[in-house]
């Protein structure tokens, strides 16, 4: 007997890199005519590595122990920065410090107790939201000249009191600009990116793979009503992501796809479908076997 359509269209996805979940997800991404995906890890390779490590004047801490007290932290997370932090200071040979209480903000950071005094390690805007102006000054113009760079700045807190500031690049998929290019061929609109990195940052990303539309410094609910507006308007969604901040979103959206190799487990878990290559250009390869196969059934 021949394989129904959509059958074949899922093992037809599988052999370019792509698990599709089931066949009624097989036939929803050949309807989605709105992309909009996350910046870290799915945009970008996702294998940041730090460039910068500035330990705050006045502080006691030297480049070394500032990463490795960053790292401390960063050991319990599965986010891409969080990788590139724990590889710096394991490159460099560092003694990591034991922690007790880690916990996790998507979106924000993470914190965790060293040495009897809490360490958190995130996102500069939101964590210096609550620091007093003056203390924070300085720290907002080293982090402000990282951005400016295109570097993602992420802050160190001792205390509640910033100690240091790191720089983390990350390179652009090689074939992000020619999938951006195929997925607006194939909506008929071009693909908003929605990321919770800094907007200096993310504008200077998107500008390079052809992206118009930028939402940054997105909180995960933020993510959601971004899709949300689009779907209110009529709109059928396809969210591309990788991370625990994504999840929510691609749980919104209409059909979700995560990036597999890197991706965190929640996303995978809630996303219709996984990249396992880790070829960002299947997803137009897809959307094309969709519609082919949806052509198929009668
Ligand atoms: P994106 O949407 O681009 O994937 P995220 O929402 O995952 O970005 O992260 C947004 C911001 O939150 C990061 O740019 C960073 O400043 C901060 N952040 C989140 N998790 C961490 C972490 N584990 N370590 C350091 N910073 C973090
Ligand atoms: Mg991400």
């Known amino acids: 007997a021949t394989m129904p359509p959509l059958l074949s269209a899922i093992a037809n996805a599988g052999r370019h890199g792509v698990l599709v979940k089931s ?14 995906l996350d910046k870290t890890g799915t945009l970008t390779e996702g294998t940041p590595r730090v460039t910068d490590i500035r330990p705050l004047a006045g502080t006691d801490l030297s480049e070394n122990a500032l990463l490795a007290l960053a790292a401390a932290v960063e050991k319990s997370s599965e986010h891409p920065l969080a990788r590139a932090v724990v590889e710096a200071a394991r490159t460099r040979g ?31 805007d939101r964590l210096l939201d609550g620091a007093g102006e003056a203390a924070s000054a300085c720290v907002i ?5 990282l951005e400016d760079e295109g570097r993602t700045a992420v802050l160190v807190q001792r205390d509640g009191a910033p100690v240091g500031v790191l720089g983390i690049a990350d390179r652009l998929r090689p074939d992000a600009a020619a999938t951006i290019a ?27 793979v052809g992206i118009t539309d930028v939402r940054a410094g997105l909180l995960p609910q933020d993510k959601v009503t971004a899709v949300q507006g689009l779907e209110a308007a009529g709109r059928k969604v ?3 992501g990788d991370g625990v901040n994504d999840a929510p979103a691609l749980a919104a959206a209409h059909t979700g796809i995560a990036m597999g190799r890197a991706g965190s487990d929640l ?9 396992v290559r880790d ?3 299947t ?14 059934v009668v």
């Not at 066949?23 to 909009?36: K, N, P, S, T, Y």
């Not at 113009?141 to 000249?145: E, F, K, N, R």
């Not at 997803?283 to 198929?296: C, D, G």
């Open 94 to 124: 560092l003694n990591i410090p034991d922690t007790q209480d880690f916990s996790s903000t998507p979106g924000i950071g993470v914190t965790a107790t060293v040495d009897g005094r809490t360490i958190a390690v995130g996102a500069p």
């Open 182 to 208: 195929s997925l607006t061929a194939l909506t008929g609109s071009t693909p908003l990116l929605l990321t919770g990195d800094n907007a200096r940052a993310a504008a200077r990303l998107a500008e390079e």
């Open 141 to 145: 113009s080293i982090v402000a000249g």
């Open 238 to 240: 396809l969210v591309i």
């Open 283 to 296: 997803v137009p390869t897809v959307v094309s076997l969709s519609r082919a196969a949806r052509r198929l």
């Open 267 to 275: 996303a995978l878990e809630t996303a219709d479908a996984v990249i």
């Open 279 to 281: 070829e960002l250009g």
């Open 23 to 36: 066949a009624v997800v097989m036939e929803r991404l050949g309807q989605v005519d709105a992309i909009a």
